[in-house]
């Protein structure tokens, strides 16, 4: 079997393809920042996560420091289980405190970490205690109308 | 009376004819699987059509890639603009171009490319008989011609969609950061966060792949399946192209909606 110079062009196209796919997947996707790097796993129980949705981001300061892998809900205490995916590089006392926010007004929600003071670090696997839920608007305004009614029934 | 029912007649007549069509296209496909072991057995065969398919699609795919990443951040910049978020605009060109238009249009270049010469040159061979003087000399004309054409089709289709996409990226970039003046760190860095490999990159790759099966599919069929003669030929490669389109166009829409199910 000899070499013929269509081998060579098929050679030259399949590089030109791989060098693509390695383009995209290496420039244009986030395979090198956040795939290459080793992450470790924590959960957060929410009484209500409003509107978060998986593959969101988890910001502690405003850094991304990790992904939002998985939104279940369990049965035995009716809350909502988020797993997420924390950069290796990062590492947060025991206490956290995890909190649902909104960027701007009307942006994608995410979860953002408040460090504690704790000496011990969360391991893998660990479950964040302390959490708050998402604020839902209708809830908030209901409120502010019942406080108001009770206000006005005192003042009589 | 026969007058009121001949255009029923001819209406029953196509359609069980296209239904037909469609059982013996199913057999066909099956048939090009079956045979399919030698087009890997003697490589040089599929190389070859890989050449023909693949390689001289090359320079329109490069081209065309370009100009659409150049129309995506001249149009994107604009609409960005509105809305004070032009950083974005990496994000933008990089997600439309490797979920939908790097596949779709270089499904739709390559079925006019490379779909429409595979359709003509087997549709000749069976006009000036060279299957079935194949099938008399005991080789296998499906094994021998269609399916070395069927695999270098499907086999080149990925990496052209790949190279679509990273062309058209880089014509984003060329206009976006270079004549508009977007900010370079800002148009890769957004891109690199909006874009999930897994999810966007991947999953456009799998999508190539499927309109690879289907075009090549189409174009070794419609070629083995035309009227031997000068004019059918000629139909062939037509409906080659018209069928790839529609069919490339149906099966992005059903792939999405399996694909991208609003979880993002």
């Keep these: ?156 | 009376m026969a007058d009121l029912t001949s255009p029923i007649r001819k209406l029953g007549h196509m359609a069980i004819e296209r239904i037909w069509r469609l059982g013996f296209a199913v057999r066909f496909m099956f048939a090009v699987l079956r045979y399919s072991g030698a087009s890997f057995r003697r490589l040089p065969l599929t190389l070859r059509e890989i050449y023909f398919s693949g390689v001289l699609s090359l320079l329109i795919i490069m081209v065309s890639g370009l100009f659409v990443g150049l129309v995506l951040g001249l149009q994107g910049y604009e609409i960005l603009q509105r809305f004070g978020s032009t950083e974005a605009l990496g994000t933008l060109v990089a997600l439309s171009l490797t979920r939908e238009l790097g596949p779709v249009l270089a499904a739709i270049f390559f079925a006019s490319r490379a779909g429409s010469s595979v359709t003509a040159e087997i549709g000749l061979m069976k006009a000036t008989e060279q299957l079935k003087a194949m099938d008399m000399m005991a080789v296998n004309p499906i094994a021998r011609v269609v399916a070395p054409r069927f695999w270098g089709g499907v086999i080149s289709m990925p990496f052209l969609a790949a190279l679509f996409s990273a062309m058209g990226v880089l014509g984003g970039w060329l206009i976006g950061v270079v004549f508009i003046g977007v900010d370079d760190g800002a148009y890769w860095s957004q891109m690199q966060s909006g874009v999930d490999f897994r999810y966007d990159i991947w999953n456009g790759v799998v999508k190539s792949f499927v309109f690879g099966i289907a075009v090549s599919l189409i174009a070794v069929f419609e070629g083995y399946d035309s009227v031997p003669t000068a004019e059918g030929v000629s139909r062939a490669i037509t409906r080659t192209v018209v069928t790839s389109v529609l069919t490339v166009l149906a099966l992005d829409f059903v792939l999405t909606s399996f694909m991208f199910r609003g979880s993002s």
């Design chain 1, 1 to 156: 079997m000899n070499r013929t110079v269509i081998d060579l062009w098929v050679g030259i196209f399949v590089a030109i393809g791989i060098v693509a796919l390695l383009f995209l997947a290496l420039k244009v996707g986030n395979l090198s920042s956040s795939r290459l790097s080793d992450t470790y796993a924590l959960q957060a129980r929410f009484d209500n996560i409003g509107g978060l949705k998986v593959r969101g981001p988890v910001k502690s300061a405003g850094v991304v420091v990790g992904r939002i892998v998985d939104i279940k809900f369990d049965t035995t205490s009716y809350e909502a289980v988020v797993s997420m995916e924390i950069d290796g590089r990062y590492r947060f006392p025991k206490d956290t405190f995890a909190a649902i926010y909104t960027s701007g007004l009307l942006g994608e929600q995410f979860v953002g970490f408040e460090s504690g003071g704790e000496e011990k670090m969360l391991k893998a696997g660990d479950t964040l205690t302390k959490t708050q839920s998402a604020v839902v608007l209708e809830k908030l305004i209901s409120q502010f109308l019942f406080n108001k009614a009770a206000e006005g029934q005192e003042a009589k």
